[in-house]
Structures are given as C-alpha cells and as structure tokens.
C-alpha cells in the first residue's frame, strides 16, 4: 500500500470515472486502473463497483476512502513540519474564495500580504462555495473566503466583515432620483439575479423574497457573473443588488449607472476564513486574516 494509491482511489471516488480521474492524477488509466486493482487485491475487498457507464464506492470502500484522506492529510502534516525549517511563510498558500468574493478582495489580499508574508506567494481560485467545501475537505485547498451560513465538520471558522447589500439602477431610471429605495419598491422593479448555485443570489432572495414575483421567471435571464449583473444593468435591462465590495465601479460614470443604499434596516452578508482543523500552518492563515483586515472593503463593517 502507498500514499500514491491512496490518492488514486480518493480522486477516482471523486471522479467516479476512470478516465477523468487519470487525468487528474496525470497518469495513464490503465496505470490508475492496475494500481487500484493491486490495492484491492492486497486487501482482499472490492473498494469500487464497476459498470460500463459507471464507477461506485461500496460502503466498506466508503470507509476506506475516508481513512486514506485521514492518512494523506497526515502526510502532508510530515511534509509541513519538514518545510517549517524553511518557515511557515516560505511556501505557497491555497486560497479559494466564492466568485462574488474573489474577483474583489483578491487585488486587496495581493497589496497587503506583501507586508506580514512577503515571501509566501498565493495559489488562488474562484468556485462555488459547494466545490471549495469538497476541495477544503480533501485537501486541495488551504483555506477558502466565503460568507455565512457555512457548515462543515472539522473546520475553523474566522469571520471578517459584514458587506451591505447595495443596489444598482439605470441613472435615467426613475428610482435614480431617490436617495435610498425601499424593499417595496423594488418588487415592482424586474431586479436581474446570478444564476443557481451562486449563494448570493440565495442570500438577496432570503433579504428581499417579493422581488420579480409579479414577472414571468423566464423573461428575467440569470447572471453568470456580478460583472455581468452590472452590463445588464447599464443597458437598461433593469435593477440589481450587488454586495459592498462590488459596488465600487470604474467602468461607467453616473450618467449610466447609480448605486443607491436600501431604506431602513441594510441587508449584508457575513465573510468568513474558513480552514481545517488539523492544518499545520497556524501563522500563515494569521498572515492572510491580517491581510484582508488591512483591507479597505467598501461599506464593511469589522
């Protein structure tokens, strides 16, 4: 039994197909294939179902899987220790955050880190929060910035900042003239969304649940990004509600675009660090909190 073979069947368990999970562990599948094989016949149990169309973990597989991620996770915990001679800042640092996050507090992370981990450079990704929670858990990320509710066993939660919702109108929309607009109001306004799978979008649905119900859902297209929540906007399509952090625009003047804050009591959200529990590197997570604390996130509250 190797480390190597466990990292295949954990990525072939995540893969659920033999080919992808090749690839990802950039070897051949027929290596992948007779490696999997040979731990299965060292152990004397079937660990995956397989199928034509089809590779399924069996429940005494399940187990297995999940001590060899605890086993891994151990290994890497050796290979920490062994670059603490190198210092705990010397080493890249996996940082994921949600796509409503990442695309404005990475540029800010990026100028302040320099000062505490001058030395640390970061791996960064953009995903769902659904896909950083699964890639926290097996490993493959450090740490990931996303916003509450977030509930994960074995993990570490830091939160950083509550971000006010804002909301974005055509500047010759008549609610431009306001100077802060009310939840009622906009249930008359067709208010453009991101797309499932985007927590924004549940969280300004959980604000604000009247909104768009007097509209067709299929008249109203679905944003793959706040960027282009923003584009839709400035053509005249209609409203939206963007997070703090993305309401500083450089692209459009006033004469396009107006962001007016909501009347009485503000929706926001809560960003939170969130890590493993049993991850070694303590000083470089406080290196990267520092960092974005330093941060001047428009609107956030600390």
């Known amino acids: 039994m190797t480390l190597t073979e466990l990292r295949y069947i954990i990525t072939l368990a995540h893969e659920k197909h033999f080919r992808k999970a090749a ?17 299965e016949e060292e152990l ?15 429940p005494l597989g399940e187990k297995i899987i999940a001590q060899a ?39 800010h992370i990026i100028r ?8 640390m450079p970061l791996i960064l990704e953009e995903n769902y929060t659904s896909v950083l929670r699964q890639k926290l858990r097996h490993g493959e990320i450090d740490v990931i910035v996303i916003s509450l509710p977030f509930n994960e066993p074995n993990t570490e939660v830091l939160d950083l900042y509550d971000e006010p919702f804002r909301i974005l109108i055509p500047a010759k929309h008549p609610l431009a003239e306001k100077k802060s607009i009310t939840k009622r109001q906009l249930e008359k306004e067709k208010v453009l969304l ?18 768009n119900k007097a509209f067709d859902a299929t008249d109203i297209p679905l944003g793959t990004s706040l960027e282009t929540l923003r584009h839709m906007v400035a053509s005249g399509l209609g409203l ?14 006033s004469d396009t675009l107006v962001e ?19 991850f070694p590197r303590t000083q470089a ?18």
Do not use: M
């Open 194 to 211: 991101l797309g499932d799978g985007h927590c924004f979008r549940d969280q300004v649905l959980h604000a604000c649940p009247s909104i």
């Open 23 to 39: 690839e990802r562990c950039y070897v051949s599948q027929p290596t992948l294939s007779v490696a999997i094989k040979k731990l």
């Open 69 to 107: 991620r605890k086993v891994l996770e151990e290994a890497d915990v050796i290979k920490t220790i062994a670059d603490e001679g190198k210092g705990q800042l010397n080493t890249p640092l996996r940082v994921g955050a949600i796509f409503t996050i990442g695309p404005y507090l990475f540029p």
């Open 112 to 119: 302040h880190i320099k000062d505490s981990a001058p030395n």
């Open 240 to 253: 939206t509600i963007l997070p703090g952090s993305a309401s500083d625009n450089s692209i459009y003047d």
């Open 260 to 278: 007016r804050p909501f009347a009485g009591k503000t929706p926001f959200r809560r960003v939170s660090l969130v890590w493993r529990k049993r």
């Open 44 to 58: 004397d149990l079937v660990i995956f179902e397989r199928s034509r169309t089809e590779v399924q973990v069996t």
């Open 285 to 302: 997570i406080d290196a990267l909190a520092t960092s974005i604390n330093s941060c001047a996130i428009p609107g956030a509250s600390r």
